[in-house]
Nanobody
Framework: QVQLVESGGGLVQVGGSLRLSCEAS????????MGWYRQAPGKQRELVAT???????DYSGSVKGRFTISRDNAKSMVYLQMNSLKPEDTAVYYC?????????WGQGTQVTVSS
């Protein structure tokens, strides 16, 4: 089992920045991947960014160049730095982790970008 707790969401103006944090209940070195998904109202949940256990990183095309995923193994934390935010980034952001072919999810944190 892996429990995930997100924090850092909120309301920000267009062009602003936010940093999301996700704390895992176990060492993230035991996880094959961690990352972030998001779900906007009326839309399907979509991948934002992932980082594998060996450090490979992947971003969706819509956030590449604006968002940065990172992790701190010692703190069992994963972060998502979001810059140059746009109204279309508005969504609930979910942290996820994968271990032994099972995906685990956080409760989600709301990000709202106002114009």
């Amino acid at each position: 089992q892996v429990q995930l707790v997100e924090s850092g969401g909120g309301l920000v103006q267009v062009g602003g920045s936010l940093r999301l944090s996700c704390e895992a209940s176990r060492s993230i070195t035991s996880l094959s991947a961690m990352g972030w998904y998001r779900q906007a109202p009326g839309k399907q949940r979509e991948l934002v960014a992932t980082i594998s256990g060996v450090g490979n990183i992947d971003y969706s095309g819509s956030v590449k160049g604006r968002f940065t995923i990172s992790r701190d193994n010692a703190k069992s934390m994963v972060y998502l730095q979001m810059n140059s935010l746009k109204p279309e980034d508005t969504a609930v952001y979910y942290c996820y982790a994968r271990r032994l072919a099972t995906n685990y999810w956080g409760q989600g944190t709301q990000v709202t970008v106002s114009s």
